[in-house]
């Protein structure tokens, strides 16, 4: 009981910042998690990777021939964007971004100990502000003007060491059951989508 305790104060978010969904979850998953004393842990991984090791398809292709499913997708977003007034969203319109830099730079950040702030700043570049953060330049710029250090973070995404960090975490994601993004766990619990954290609230009030 003792260890399912500990176990249930810890969310696992497996994001990547060129999911819309991602950015909505963010913004009410920390509230959630403080509601319930429990801390969230940022787990960054490649969505193409993620897609590509399970065969999944992003839902405009996947559902993009089923009448009427895409229609409902935007609705069940507008309902969850109203829900949380959420406003300030915007759909980028530079998508499909490639979010490698992005993710490199989130898994540089967290070892510099400024992940929480990266992910921040780069949700709202891409989300809010509608910028083209695959180009280095607009990239340092973004995170310069949140008093991140642009440079050094930039350079990070080259080491080695970061770049191996990311496919070791989109590994152990899909080895996990994960086959989309956003995905949290809570202890052993995976829940799937931004309509579920109704049931990631509902697991860790069981705690």
Known sequence: MVGRELVSKTVDFIFDFGSPNAYLAWKVLPEIAARHGATVSLLPCLLGGIFKATGNQAPAIAFGGVKGKMDYEMLEM??????????????????PVNTLLLMRGQIAAQRMGV?????????????????????????????????????????????P??????????????????????????GGEMFFGKERLGQVEAELAKG
């Open 115 to 159: 992940g929480e702030a990266y992910l921040d700043t780069m949700l709202k570049g891409m989300w809010e502000q509608g910028l083209k953060l695959d180009d280095p330049e607009v990239f340092v710029v973004t995170a310069n003007a949140a008093g991140l250090d642009g440079a050094a973070l930039l350079a990070a995404t080259s080491d």
């Open 78 to 95: 507008r309902r969850f964007i109203e829900a949380h007034e959420l406003s300030a969203f915007r759909f980028n319109p530079h998508f």
């Open 161 to 186: 060491a970061v770049k191996g960090q990311l496919m070791a975490n989109t590994e152990a994601a899909v080895a996990r059951g994960v086959f989309g993004i956003p995905t949290f766990f809570v």
